[in-house]
């Protein structure tokens, strides 16, 4: 089974509007951390933001916030006021035990492209 | 820019050669891990490395090998190349703390043709 899922393959957005990108995700393991990744054109991997499942608070890192919902295991980006630099693949992973010597799974990943 | 640095950005060979790949972690990171991202894959985990130990193995092909070295810098050595090992090939580093985020940040990677 898919430890972690994102079904949309693309999303379309106009600039300045919010955008959620879905993640579910599927463990027994009680400690894990989900994290979500950028991937711009020119390749890089870049770090977005980080929800620990112990967590009580929904992650939040300037425009970006994680809708988390336990129960529900999902793990949804929220991007607020999109600008046209976000236009990416954007993928998620997560990290299961305690930390220090786990794997990243990541997901498919999805492409967003923000129209201006 | 992450901290990491991978060396070499792009590497052309042909099938049957060897190759090296270099990373250089973030300053103050013990632990590295290796991905490759495919088309028909996405990205696999391959291989962790902490302070100088294999810590975690994923779907490292035999043919492919690594090691970290005392200055905590690592290696990924692909062998027997086949066109299918065509990819991009990161490298990620982190603390490796025992609890709590442990972010890894990621290399600009290197990305491997085959012809």
């Known amino acids: 089974a898919q430890k972690i899922t994102q079904t949309q393959p693309g999303m379309f957005v106009q600039e300045k509007e919010a955008v959620t990108l879905d993640c579910t995700y599927d463990?027994?393991?009680?400690?894990?951390?989900l994290f979500w990744y950028k991937q711009p054109s020119s390749g890089e991997m870049i770090f977005l933001i980080y929800q620990g499942s112990y967590d009580q608070q929904n992650a939040t890192e300037g425009r970006y916030s994680l809708n988390f919902q336990k129960a529900r295991k999902s793990a949804n980006l929220v991007i607020s006021a999109s600008q046209l630099g976000d236009s990416a693949m954007y993928f998620c992973?997560?990290?299961?035990?305690?930390?220090?010597?786990?794997?990243?799974?990541f997901g498919k990943g999805m492409k967003l492209t923000v129209n201006p | 820019d992450s901290g990491v640095t991978q060396t070499p950005k792009h590497l052309i060979t042909a099938t049957g050669q060897r190759v090296t790949l270099r990373c250089s972690p973030r300053s103050g990171d013990l632990s590295v891990y290796w991905y490759q991202q495919s088309l028909d894959q996405g990205l696999q985990f391959l291989i962790q490395?902490?302070?100088?130990?294999?810590?975690a193995k994923g779907n490292i092909l035999e043919r492919f090998s690594a090691q970290q070295f005392p200055d905590l810098h690592s290696e990924l050595n692909l062998s027997s190349l086949e066109l299918g090992d065509s990819a991009l090939y990161f490298c990620?580093?982190?603390?490796?703390?025992?609890?709590?985020?442990?972010?890894?940040?990621f290399g600009p990677g290197t990305r491997l043709t085959v012809l």
């Open positions: 463990t027994s393991d009680p400690s894990y951390g």
């Open positions: 992973a997560m990290r299961e035990g305690q930390g220090g010597s786990e794997k990243l799974v």
């Open positions: 990620a580093s982190s603390v490796a703390a025992a609890m709590g985020e442990d972010t890894q940040y």
């Open positions: 490395y902490y302070n100088g130990e294999e810590r």
